[in-house]
């Protein structure tokens, strides 16, 4: 459902157009210095830059709600809460009877029997990950650890040059570009991650595959161990704190945190709201019909998702550290 | 921990050298036929052939020890009980200060304090996922949809003619070889999968991850979606049954089963014991060391990870059908 | 932790004198009729009239955040906000080093490390049943049942005319009265609650007891039942639809509804804030020292618990039910 | 379901007359001494003597299948079985259509269609407590703090010098008593409990009402808290170590543990199974008939729940703990 972890727990709530969206995180202990401040960067991160991302800009001011005395956490649950300010739910009115292809319009419509809020995706739009970019915030201050995203390939190219004129061209065909992001993690330590389902491949796939858009998740050597051999892709420790060659295993063997980088690369799939012409189903009428989306969209959403990624990777580790030590000022 | 699911709950326990392997299964509906016969296929095939596989043979006959009466679930937990008979544990004294490159020897030595079972990786054993296959069987009984899934490539080769070659060669080189699994669910109907956080590319990514070798799970057009445009990968609906044109999306949309079939991609590292000398960590002397694992293994896990593959998608989605809809004679 | 639930799931979050408290309820099916007004009638009977209870008067007006649409739940959380309004954390000061007796003043600032919120009680006071009593009218709205709870005794007096007399003379002592509340659940089908832990009697107490002041918690014959033979307290079916001839077993057999009504008898301390002089340590000092309670305190707090307990009941059965069948309109 | 506990979880199996009853417990911390003699007390006191208990005798021999290697817990889930040996299944061939006032058995057929194992109660029996005694045994090793129960009263008398008389006379009648139990831990410390729904009374009355037969709850003074005022029943810290000069409260505030002994006792039910004529219905003619219980029943099952009501305490301190702080030798 809508919550994730054992001891470090966040549940979440919102929709795109309604009036808010927000995350209620359980476990944080009590003492860590917490303000709205504290947020600004990484908020600012997710809104990204003119380049490639919606004309649609929120101010995504985080209110929080409990959880804080004196500007320190007390152990009880920060609720924190984003008002949506500049929802164009008109529009949405337009696709009221054609599932965009690709978005969650027709299984939505499907599964909550048609009760489910529409307008731009509701509680299934990107609009939710500002709340995890939020509870993000919280467990990289909790973990400590340097976890950071960046974006490391789009459409294919890897050379960051080059990603200004594929945009400015998939722009001017009204198309969207899909991208790769990396993430590591260093500095977490040895241990975290819980035989035999709570691997921390599992946990952290888990959270990484609930954002909109990703299709796939690979660690260490990836797609890539696949093709080798086993002298090639083992990764012998060549020191007594654990220190491998190769990290072809990104920092975790049989689940657990081996102490090196943790690695993990995440494949977004291109917008798909797109202003060129594509085909989809009239639910009204059941026959196929053109379709063009206007509205405010990004061109390629693996841009403003590098910080989600860095967010999802924290809250994953966060709560694979709460489950191996809970520590307490008794 | 060792327990998965929410509606549909299996836990492990067992160890590769200890006396047993077994899961627990809650949830299963009652009223559906199962004995020790229905276990047989799908045991079998984790076994292997001969070609690539491990020479250490385990009968594998599981008792079932609850659950079930005159021949049909009760609706209590159904306990699974796999005896180990042909441990060969003096394999492993040599090993004791030696830990085995891309295995847990190391870390769970750390996160136990010592206390872990080293013979034969203890419970990070792939033996674990005989109890793993035997909870596929029961949720593929339940779901009643098409599942299965295939060796697609080995060492990086998709014709299946040129297998044998390449296992001959690295079994002469004393190396092995990875490969990469591919698990297509047919049947599994529209709605399966919850938002936010237990989108089903979550819950079936969490257990394919926790399968001891795993290092990459992609959906769909997977990686190949990060390299394409909107147009390309998006899937437009064209038919009032909700049949895509593509699949590229493979089978979910914003976390639910669209109806299409479900298409996961699995990438297995290769096995990570070899004759070929490795190096690693002596942690007696602190100095780092030849290694020739001797010893039964397999050259090519992925040749028996398919079964496991699909017991693994098989439990998600008997989880994400039990948290749709459990049924219940009134 | 401060969740609770497995299908029909909220989340609590909050404190006395903070900003609001509030709850995320997950699992709400999609399709119920809810508005603001919807809660009124119960939050009217948890502020109490002036009898017996506090002066502080908050408005109580619950903000819907998330998963209504139209007038109607989508399938998406529902979060529900209260604002605080009326603190008046100076009545707290002088207590910053005077744990109260009966409260949770010092074992929060043990178990926190002294960064918990003391104002009031934080997140320990009664004013998060606020919330409770929000989501409880939710899950009364999906049962559909008639679930009601009502004070029987105050300070051991079963007989409502003397009462008035009764809580006078407290007032006037400076002192306060526990009580007793039983709650009744009519029309709830048979077959809710899981074996062997998830029986409705667990789940059931569960949530009585996380309510601030209970002592005890009893179903059908209860404590009574003790001092019976088994003649006497069993509850033989005398009808093809279940009926049974003493409802001894308060609605209960094997921890599932059997279709009788469920009786639960709830034990509710006296109010632990006083005016008339106590005693209690002084952690600065190490000596015990008499305190006297000023601020806005309720005589009896059994007196406003019924609606509080009338909701965790209905908590508690709302998720049995979703637990029993996850209805999905497909 | 039939798991329980977040950080050290049990999973419960097995039927009555089935092959076997068990458990599997996660969460165990490694290097614990645990070996098959640790058990034989605990099960010796669930057995009972022969006064007032069935004369079915089972040996009772927990058979340690995983998590422990060289006479220590590796950290690993610990499964432990015990095989049944003495079934009188023919005994309950009488019963197939008369369900037993006070049992499950009605509502077992409904809830499971009629699949459930009905022989002695299937899986609603008493007899899964002697794996919630194996699971309290690990939980008491774990908390190393002193856990006890004993009967304090049968059939409403509290002088056990009478109960022998009394419980002759029942079994002259062909009858059962009823009796309470109380419970003591003493050393558990400060801390324990977690804010709002995992209050230490909540999950401690969440175990014990999964013990089949249990009708009450109540912690420290308990229903009698409801009949005293405030100046009575608060229970003033009297030392900086958080003594307190009556504990009323039961050793828990604010659903803590504030470091006094936790008190909890527990009601429960005369046996079911009665010689002596009742009445039930008969499912398939629609009419109530007399109803005489053969077979081998306890008189009163107060007189060995004390060491089951023990496990469950033990089991949800561990459990407590656990959530706490989970050691870990790294």
């Known amino acids: 459902m809508n919550s994730f972890g054992h001891n470090f727990r966040i549940s979440l709530f919102g929709e795109s157009h309604g009036a808010a969206v927000g995350v209620v995180i359980d476990g944080v202990p009590a003492g860590i210095a917490l303000t709205e401040a504290d947020f600004a960067e990484d908020l600012a991160r997710r809104k990204g830059g003119t380049l490639g991302t919606t004309s649609r800009t929120e101010p995504d001011e985080p209110e929080l ?50 009760w489910n809020d529409p307008r731009g995706g509701g509680h299934f739009s ?41 945009l400015t061209q998939a722009a001017s065909d009204g198309d969207s570009l899909g991208g790769i992001v990396e993430c590591r993690a260093e500095g977490v330590g040895v241990g975290l991650g819980e035989p035999f389902f709570d691997s921390l491949e599992s946990t952290i796939s888990h959270l990484l595959f ?5 299709r ?58 797109i202003r060129r012409e594509q085909h989809t189903l009239n639910t009204l009428s ?15 959403i693996a841009l403003r998702a590098a910080v989600v990624v860095e967010a999802a990777v924290a809250i994953a580790l966060a709560d694979a550290s709460a489950n191996l030590k809970l520590k307490i000022e008794n």
Chains 1, 2, 3, 4 share one sequence.
């Open 65 to 114: 709600l409990s959880g804080i005395f004196n500007g320190h956490t007390t152990g009880a649950p920060v609720a924190i809460l984003f008002r949506n300010r500049h929802q164009q739910s008109e529009d949405y009115a337009p696709l009221a009877h054609t599932p965009r292809p690709g978005h969650a319009d027709w299984v939505a419509a499907k599964k909550f029997g048609g």
């Open 126 to 166: 990107g609009r939710l990950t500002v709340a995890l970019v939020a509870a993000g915030v919280v467990a990289k201050k909790i973990m400590g650890a340097k976890i950071t995203a960046r974006v490391c390939e789009i459409g294919g190219e890897s050379n960051p040059a080059k990603w200004q004129e594929m």
């Open 210 to 214: 609930s954002i909109p858009g990703i």
């Open 216 to 273: 796939g998740v690979e660690f260490g050597d990836g797609f890539e161990a696949a093709r080798k051999r086993g002298s090639e892709h083992n990764d012998p420790i060549i020191s007594p704190d654990g220190t491998t060659a190769t990290n072809g295993a990104g920092g975790i063997n049989g689940g657990i945190s081996n102490g090196n980088p943790i690695v993990v690369r995440v494949a977004v799939k291109p917008t798909s709201s």
């Open 286 to 300: 059941g026959s196929v019909e053109p379709l063009s989306i206007g509205g405010r969209h990004d061109l390629c």
